[in-house]
């Protein structure tokens, strides 16, 4: 049989590349455990998208791929930021009334409206 992908990786490279994902695993826990506001979750995402790449790039032998196979890989990564992408707005509209309330909307409509302060304030009626 013709093997058309005949390349052979040493294990002191897989082993390296482990290294690596535990190194940025530790990274991202350390980075966790430190009050940086919104750069938290960004620098957190910026590390798995790294690791996740190691793991398509070495583990899954993308990197000896043909090109179809490289922009099959591309086109799924760019239809799950689309995805995530609509995902998010819909949920970050959800926390904005005034937006709901712009698209011509109740902000009822809305499945997450934050109480107003006068009735968040009240006082519960006795029993």
């Given at each position: 049989m013709n093997d058309a992908?005949?390349?052979?990786?040493?294990p002191r490279v897989y082993v390296i590349i482990f290294?690596?994902?535990?190194?940025?695993?530790?990274?991202?826990?350390?980075?966790?455990?430190?009050?940086?506001?919104?750069?938290n979750v960004i620098i957190m995402l910026a590390i798995a998208?790294?690791?996740?790449?190691?793991?398509?790039?070495?583990?899954?032998?993308?990197?000896?791929?043909?090109?179809?196979?490289?922009v099959t890989i591309l086109g799924a990564v760019f239809w799950l930021l689309v995805l995530i992408a609509m995902s998010a707005s819909d949920v970050f509209i959800r926390f904005r009334p005034e937006a709901v309330a712009r698209l011509g909307l109740?902000?009822?409509?809305?499945?997450?409206?934050?109480?107003?302060?006068?009735?968040?304030?009240?006082?519960?009626?006795p029993h």
């Amino acid at each position: 049989m013709n093997d058309a992908h005949t390349h052979v990786v040493p294990p002191r490279v897989y082993v390296i590349i482990f290294l690596t994902l535990m190194a940025l695993t530790a990274l991202t826990t350390w980075v966790a455990f430190i009050d940086l506001g919104v750069l938290n979750v960004i620098i957190m995402l910026a590390i798995a998208g790294f690791k996740a790449s190691l793991v398509v790039l070495w583990f899954m032998h993308a990197r000896y791929e043909s090109q179809l196979t490289r922009v099959t890989i591309l086109g799924a990564v760019f239809w799950l930021l689309v995805l995530i992408a609509m995902s998010a707005s819909d949920v970050f509209i959800r926390f904005r009334p005034e937006a709901v309330a712009r698209l011509g909307l109740s902000p009822e409509t809305a499945s997450f409206v934050v109480p107003d302060d006068d009735r968040a304030a009240a006082p519960a009626a006795p029993h």
